[in-house]
């Protein structure tokens, strides 16, 4: 190669290299010295993202903490897309499209969502499954990516479901627990400003805002899982076998009020809210408001015998079967001639019921009635709670006590009526019953802490004591309540069959049917009721709800290792 060749070459480099340069240079003080502050802007508002960090919602236990868990969080995936991308590089449509296929929804739906200019991150869909992730990832879709996210779970589906209750697609707590402790469970969500690269993913030391999230608190409640089982799986026999329009059962602990178990039927799955109707949402134990029927005598019997009006010796005339009062006829089940209180109580006469009532006049039951808590929520930890319905007795007309005080013209709760009996087997203090146990912050710390919580005195020690003896004998042989019995076991209780009002007139064919009671009668430690809506075709409460009293009776003396009061007494089972 020649020497001028050379220099051709050399001169020919050199002035590329200078163009090259040059442009670089101008293309430099483009950006940095004539582009405008509205575009630079632009460019950098691309390359940033702000976005809110959830914060993990808190867990549910029962009684027994970790080795129960009730309702956690599951990580799945959130679907986002990010719209400017998708615009400018005209992609919307298609994207929209593909994402359509594997969601199994409306293209335009989600171009719709989509279609958000000037944006860099949208949540097109939360609480994606993995499976349809992954198909979505291997589509390759430009501009679409997921991020992390928690999902309520029940892992045991519609167990305790009216007690947990379930939360929505925004976080946020409906019925139950959830909804009563949405706040303590929630936590605080944290924020995340800062800027990715074109991957997005994060440049660290670009970040400009971050507020971690604070992790909701734990709540235990006081419910037993094996008790709550146990109770489902007999609450589910008697639905079935009776044909029943609903059933529910409570069991609590007599001395503290805490809730050991509380079903309904019929229920739903938490997990699946959205295909629930309001009926099986219904926590019938607190909100379905009812007739009791007889297991509300024991209060006026109560009443009479602590204020010495009667003594259980004391003889009514029970008018064979049927008694005309200011012009209106009631009827026993059974005819019946003179009875005892005792015996009255034993065999539920309505009639000898309204005559000891009559004893202590309208102004004194009603005083008594208000003492048990009829016509009052009980405040219960959960939400849906009913108060019952009680007029004021200066609003009775004549024959008003001689009903209320066998059940009828009066409406409870089950949660009212089993604090009734509570009462009772409590010496007459009135507790508040209560679910949760304590609530406990991610660091350990115990920020609640439940207590017993004594309302007033209803009953006297003495007259309460008199009351377990004579309820014990509804469970004894000549009683309505036999068949609530438990082998070694003395069970205070009463029966309940009350014709339902239908059309404004009480129904001939439409029941509901109850047994209520506690045990050990003596020394009581759990009470329970049960209670059935129009069971079919067998509709008395000592032959449809007493047995599945018993049934879970037997099951809770054995799980709990309660110790027999008598061991010479052996009912049928």
Same mark, same amino acid.
């Given at each position: 190669?020649?020497?001028?060749?050379?220099?051709?070459?050399?001169?020919?480099?050199?002035?590329?290299?200078?163009?090259?340069?040059?442009? $670089?240079?101008?293309?430099?003080?483009? $950006?940095?010295?004539?582009?405008?502050?509205?575009?630079?802007?632009?460019?950098?508002?691309?390359?940033?993202?702000?976005?809110?960090?959830?914060?993990?919602?808190?867990?549910?236990?029962?009684?027994?903490?970790?080795?129960?868990?009730?309702?956690? +969080?599951?990580?799945?995936? +959130?679907?986002?897309?990010?719209?400017?991308?998708?615009?400018?590089? /005209?992609?919307?449509?298609?994207?929209?499209?593909?994402?359509?296929?594997? $969601?199994?929804?409306?293209?335009?739906?989600?171009?719709?969502?989509? /279609?958000?200019?000037?944006?860099?991150?949208?949540?097109?869909?939360?609480? $994606?499954?993995?499976?349809?992730?992954?198909?979505?990832? &291997?589509?390759?879709?430009?501009?679409?990516?997921?991020?992390?996210?928690?999902?309520?779970?029940?892992?045991?589906?519609?167990?305790?479901?009216?007690?947990?209750?379930?939360?929505?697609?925004?976080?946020?707590?409906?019925?139950?627990?959830?909804?009563?402790? +949405?706040?303590?469970?929630?936590?605080?969500?944290?924020?995340?400003?800062?800027?990715?690269?074109?991957?997005?993913?994060?440049?660290?030391?670009?970040?400009?805002?971050?507020?971690?999230?604070?992790?909701?608190?734990?709540?235990?409640?006081?419910?037993?899982? /094996?008790?709550?089982?146990?109770?489902?799986?007999?609450?589910?026999?008697?639905?079935?076998?009776?044909?029943?329009?609903?059933?529910?059962?409570?069991?609590?602990?007599?001395?503290?009020?805490?809730? %050991?178990?509380?079903?309904?039927?019929?229920?739903?799955?938490? /997990?699946?809210?959205?295909?629930?109707?309001?009926?099986?949402?219904?926590?019938?134990?607190?909100?379905?408001?009812?007739?009791?029927?007889?297991?509300?005598?024991?209060?006026?019997?109560?009443?009479?015998?602590?204020?010495?009006?009667?003594?259980?010796?004391?003889?009514?005339?029970?008018?064979?079967?049927?008694?005309?009062?200011?012009?209106?006829?009631?009827?026993?089940?059974?005819?019946?001639?003179? %009875?005892?209180?005792?015996?009255?109580? *034993?065999?539920?006469?309505?009639?000898?019921?309204?005559?000891?009532? %009559?004893?202590?006049?309208?102004?004194?039951?009603?005083?008594?009635?208000?003492?048990?808590?009829?016509?009052?929520?009980?405040?219960?930890?959960?939400?849906?709670?009913?108060?019952?319905?009680?007029?004021?007795?200066?609003?009775?007309?004549?024959?008003?006590?001689?009903?209320?005080?066998?059940?009828?013209?009066?409406?409870?709760?089950?949660?009212?009526?089993?604090?009734?009996?509570?009462?009772?087997? +409590? &010496?007459?203090?009135?507790?508040?019953?209560?679910?949760?146990?304590?609530?406990?912050?991610?660091?350990?710390?115990?920020?609640?802490?439940?207590?017993?919580?004594?309302?007033?005195?209803?009953?006297?020690?003495?007259?309460?004591?008199?009351?377990?003896?004579?309820?014990?004998?509804? !469970?004894?042989?000549?009683? !309505?309540?036999?068949?609530?019995?438990?082998?070694?076991?003395?069970?205070?209780?009463?029966?309940?069959?009350?014709?339902?009002?239908?059309?404004?007139?009480?129904?001939?064919?439409?029941?509901?049917?109850?047994?209520?009671?506690?045990?050990?009668?003596?020394?009581?430690?759990?009470?329970?009721?049960?209670?059935?809506?129009?069971?079919?075709?067998?509709?008395?409460?000592? *032959?449809?709800?007493?047995?599945?009293?018993?049934?879970?009776?037997?099951?809770?003396?054995?799980?709990?290792?309660?110790?027999?009061?008598?061991?010479?007494?052996?009912?049928?089972?």
């Amino acid at each position: 190669m020649s020497e001028r060749s050379v220099k051709v070459r050399t001169v020919f480099s050199a002035v590329v290299m200078s163009v090259v340069m040059s442009l $670089l240079l101008a293309r430099l003080v483009y $950006l940095h010295m004539i582009v405008s502050d509205t575009v630079r802007e632009k460019f950098d508002r691309k390359r940033t993202i702000e976005k809110k960090i959830t914060a993990e919602r808190g867990r549910i236990f029962d009684c027994r903490g970790s080795e129960n868990i009730l309702a956690l +969080n599951l990580e799945l995936k +959130n679907l986002c897309v990010d719209p400017d991308s998708l615009i400018r590089s /005209n992609k919307l449509s298609s994207a929209a499209e593909d994402l359509a296929t594997v $969601l199994g929804t409306d293209s335009s739906i989600l171009a719709s969502a989509m /279609n958000k200019p000037g944006k860099s991150y949208v949540c097109v869909m939360k609480g $994606l499954s993995d499976e349809n992730a992954e198909k979505i990832r &291997d589509k390759k879709i430009p501009g679409v990516f997921f991020e992390k996210a928690n999902v309520r779970n029940y892992p045991h589906n519609s167990l305790m479901c009216h007690v947990l209750g379930f939360v929505n697609y925004d976080g946020i707590g409906s019925l139950g627990i959830e909804q009563q402790f +949405n706040s303590k469970l929630n936590g605080e969500d944290g924020i995340l400003k800062t800027s990715v690269d074109a991957r997005r993913v994060e440049v660290f030391l670009q970040r400009e805002k971050y507020r971690p999230a604070v992790s909701g608190n734990d709540v235990y409640l006081t419910i037993d899982q /094996n008790i709550q089982f146990c109770v489902e799986q007999a609450l589910d026999d008697l639905y079935a076998q009776h044909s029943a329009k609903g059933a529910w059962v409570i069991v609590q602990r007599v001395k503290t009020g805490e809730i %050991l178990a509380m079903a309904s039927r019929p229920y739903f799955d938490p /997990n699946m809210y959205t295909s629930a109707s309001d009926e099986q949402r219904r926590n019938r134990p607190i909100s379905y408001n009812y007739e009791p029927g007889s297991t509300f005598k024991v209060i006026a019997i109560a009443a009479a015998l602590q204020e010495g009006t009667v003594t259980p010796n004391t003889m009514f005339d029970c008018e064979n079967g049927a008694w005309s009062f200011k012009g209106r006829r009631l009827r026993d089940y059974h005819a019946y001639s003179c %009875l005892s209180v005792a015996d009255g109580l *034993q065999k539920s006469s309505n009639i000898l019921t309204a005559k000891v009532a %009559l004893t202590l006049g309208d102004k004194m039951l009603y005083k008594y009635l208000k003492l048990f808590g009829i016509g009052e929520r009980t405040g219960i930890d959960i939400p849906g709670e009913e108060g019952g319905m009680l007029s004021d007795y200066t609003k009775w007309t004549g024959i008003s006590i001689s009903r209320i005080s066998i059940g009828q013209g009066v409406m409870v709760t089950a949660l009212q009526q089993l604090s009734v009996y509570n009462t009772i087997a +409590n &010496d007459g203090m009135v507790v508040r019953p209560h679910l949760v146990s304590k609530v406990v912050a991610p660091n350990g710390q115990v920020v609640y802490q439940a207590a017993t919580k004594e309302v007033r005195q209803a009953l006297k020690p003495e007259t309460a004591q008199l009351m377990k003896r004579l309820l014990s004998r509804v !469970t004894e042989e000549g009683g !309505t309540g036999l068949k609530a019995g438990v082998k070694g076991f003395d069970i205070a209780g009463k029966t309940g069959t009350a014709q339902k009002v239908i059309n404004g007139k009480y129904s001939e064919t439409a029941y509901t049917a109850s047994f209520v009671g506690f045990l050990p009668a003596a020394e009581p430690e759990v009470s329970m009721i049960v209670v059935v809506d129009e069971p079919q075709p067998i509709h008395t409460g000592g *032959q449809v709800a007493a047995p599945a009293f018993g049934k879970i009776a037997n099951q809770l003396v054995k799980y709990l290792e309660i110790i027999p009061d008598s061991p010479t007494v052996a009912k049928a089972e």
